[in-house]
């Protein structure tokens, strides 16, 4: 999964653990190349950028003025989301629903996080808990399938229940807590994505056990059709629009909410922080430090020397490792050694099981094609309107 030859980009700490990673002649990598080209179109950490969200505000109450809530957004505990219910709570004075999945993997401080959050700015909050059996089941045939994404029962989960309460209470705004500022760098050879139901079950058919009949799903046709194009929910990342720095929101919400950080990214999920510290490193050689490391310092929140010195340390604590392995085993009603068994597996390719590709491709001629009466129309009228 390596390439044969180590190089590190000169700007950020990618590197050739990427296997499609590109270097230019000045030893500039392709995530480097392609922040740059993004970050005019989704980046507005300015006076701008505050012009624009306060419209998008003024049009979202005004929208929603009959209804309950105007928006809602999936509350993990973690930084950006706990920051995003702060803001649009406290100073959007947005109607918020929030909405957490208990995947079974809650770490105490995320509970306790999600605790504060509500009670303090007043939010409704709606938990929905996953039948452990189901996503243990799931989580340990992803674990026999061999592929790197391990977290996509979890982020599955996650995903189609708050899109499942957001049609089910009629609401057409979803807050998410994505920001290019600290994910601008995701290499895609790393992982798959987890709203590809037909991948989830083709790896199900093959590893699982028993029905899932509880799980919650969401098909391509409502992921990628109905939710957006006929329900016409819409999903808006206002920390693009502000100046969202990431320490400095940690401070406001220990400052405010009386919050806690809980040790690394996305690690408010106890399976996530073993998966993302432990095993992609140890079975893949993927260290997501090196990218969220490599976002910051594309988007000048860290100095690429600080980065290189923090990704000198190793991403597990030796120590803790057999410790944390008997934990998730023993959750998931599995053994040590078929933990270390599934570890040492021959490497797996997502495109070893079924996805949903062909369908993607479709879709999108079929949007292109649809697109194309309304671009000869638009340049009809300029060239009418010369």
Known sequence: MENNTHQICVRCIMDTTDPLIQFDEQGICSHCKSFDLRKDQVLFPSDEGKEKINQVIKEIKEKNKHKKYDCIL???????????????????????????????????IAVSNIEKIVKTL???????????????ELQVAFLKSGVANQDTPQDHA??????????????????SGYNFTSESVLPQSWGY??????????IYKRFGRTKLSKFPTVSFFKNYVYYP?????????????????????????KKELGWSYYGGKHHESKFTAFFQSFWLPTRFNYDKRKAHLSSLVLAGQLGRDQALEIIKVSPFDHKKIPFEKEFIAKKLNISVNDLDNFLKQPLISHTAYKTNQRKMKMLQYALFVLSLPMTILARLFRKKNG
């Open 158 to 175: 996650f995903f189609a229940a708050l899109y499942n309460f957001a049609n089910k209470n009629d609401i057409s705004i979803v807050l």
């Open 122 to 136: 007043n939010i409704d909050l709606i938990t929905h808990v996953v039948d452990w059996k189901e996503m243990r």
């Open 193 to 202: 994505s987890a709203m590809d139901l037909d991948h989830i079950k083709s």
């Open 229 to 253: 194009y006929i329900k016409r929910i819409k999903v808006i990342s206002p920390l693009n629009y502000l100046d969202y720095d990431k320490e400095n929101a940690i401070e406001i919400l």
């Open 74 to 108: 999936g509350l993990s505990g973690g930084v950006d989301s706990s920051y995003l219910a702060y803001w649009a709570a406290k100073f959007s004075k947005l109607r918020v629903l929030a909405v957490h999945v208990d995947g079974g993997w809650n770490s105490e």
